[in-house]
């Protein structure tokens, strides 16, 4: 659609701007012997896979590319749609369930006007989506989508209130409310001794109970806190390195 193609070719427009000639003239360098790499790897047994997030671009337009560069280095058609299906499916250990169209499979299929195998770029001709054995209205009329918030799993609450606010060194077990907005099932509070440093680089992640979109708990064992002063209480999402929320303080007082 032509909506699509201005926003991709407006995103590559940008990208080759920021480049030299002779920076451009290295990046084809580089493309070929990216090709070569893809050429050798399939030719050894490798097993070819595309994605459907890519860094620039639309993703679904992306994704019909990315299988015309793998022809364009030499990947037979098949191999090239087997990356964008079968072998997805083989590499998330699913393929008993989808990525090629068999008897049992998941009903989720493409129609394509055309022949991909000799001319790629068919794949882009989608007649008819079936999800789960379900006709797709690709025209997405009266559509809302199914995720809640855009980038929900970077969403992290700014400002955090925890209770209590004071404990005594090797007490507990001890259950810490943490209050905020935007709190999520995959959040995890995460406690560390503070000695000046922004960065929790060196903090532990505290067993956390999701308990609304307002408030978590979590649960800091006496091993945890066995030197009095302040800690710090932060939120990041579960398996994210950054964002992480601002900070709320902990007092761990000494036992008399």
Do not use: C
């Not at 964008?84 to 493409?110: C, H, I, M, W």
């Not at 022949?115 to 008819?128: G, R």
């Not at 007490?171 to 099932?185: C, D, H, K, Q």
């Not at 408030?215 to 710090?232: C, F, N, R, V």
């Amino acid at each position: 659609p032509a909506a699509v193609r201005a926003v991709t070719d407006n995103a590559y427009d940008k990208l080759y701007k920021r480049y030299t000639p002779e920076q451009l003239d290295l990046a084809k360098i580089g493309y070929e012997k990216a090709n070569d790499f893809i050429r050798r790897f399939v030719a050894a047994g490798g097993l070819l896979k595309e994605g459907s997030d890519p860094p620039r671009g639309m993703a679904a337009m992306l994704l019909h590319e990315a299988l015309v560069m793998d022809v364009e280095a030499g990947v037979p058609p098949m191999t090239a749609i087997q990356a964008a299906t079968l072998n997805v499916a083989k590499a998330f250990r699913k393929d008993q369930d989808y990525g090629s169209v068999e008897p049992g499979k998941v009903a989720d299929l493409a129609i394509i006007e055309g022949d991909p195998l000799s001319d790629i770029w068919a794949t882009q001709n989608v007649k008819m989506v079936v999800m789960d054995g379900k006709v797709v209205d690709v025209a997405f009329s009266n559509y809302k989508n199914p995720i809640p918030s855009f980038y929900s799993y970077q969403s992290i609450p700014t400002e955090l209130e925890i209770s209590p606010r004071l404990l005594v060194e090797g007490a507990g077990p001890t259950t810490l409310r943490v209050r905020g907005n935007a709190m999520w099932p995959f959040h995890r509070v995460m406690l560390k001794r503070e000695f000046g440093s922004i960065f929790n680089l060196n903090s532990i992640e505290l067993p956390t109970l999701f308990v609304s979109r307002n408030e978590l708990q979590a649960t800091i064992a006496p091993e945890m806190i066995t030197e009095p002063g302040t800690y710090t209480i932060t939120i990041k999402s579960e398996g994210e390195v950054l964002p992480e929320s601002h900070r709320a303080h902990l007092i761990v007082g000494f036992r008399e």
